[in-house]
């Protein structure tokens, strides 16, 4: 069983940067798809940014491309998520995702492994 831990969020000004982190205990991250979603108020989650781990391939959703930026340090068993440029409409529930997939899904039930999110304000 894996357990993952987010970290990082906050409250950011609009313009302003973050970086989240995700840690893993109980299983190594190197053959794990990783991925972060996101769940504003009354919204469903959705899909932000994943990472494969047989190519280290990156994808995102249209929203945040260009600004967000995924990536993973295997030697911390930790996965990353640089936020740049924040708006408002990026303020949610920030969850980090994890499968044994080669490549990450852009679905929630593409995911066996879920952290118990970090919340991340960002004020106009």
């Known amino acids: 069983q894996v357990q993952l831990v987010e970290s990082g969020g906050g409250l950011v000004q609009a313009g302003g940067s973050l970086r989240l982190s995700c840690t893993a205990s109980?299983?190594?991250?190197?053959?794990?798809?990783l991925g972060w979603f996101r769940q504003a108020p009354g919204k469903e989650r959705e899909f932000v940014a994943g990472t494969g781990w047989i190519d280290a391939s990156t994808y995102y959703a249209d929203s945040v491309k260009g600004r967000f930026t995924i990536s993973r340090d295997n030697a911390k068993n930790t996965v990353y998520l640089q936020m740049n440029s924040l708006k408002s409409e990026d303020t949610a529930v920030y969850y980090c995702a994890g499968d044994p997939r080669p490549f990450p899904s852009t679905e929630v039930f593409g995911y066996n492994y879920w952290g118990q999110g970090t919340q991340l304000t960002v004020s106009s």
């Open positions: 109980g299983r190594t991250l190197s053959r794990i798809a």
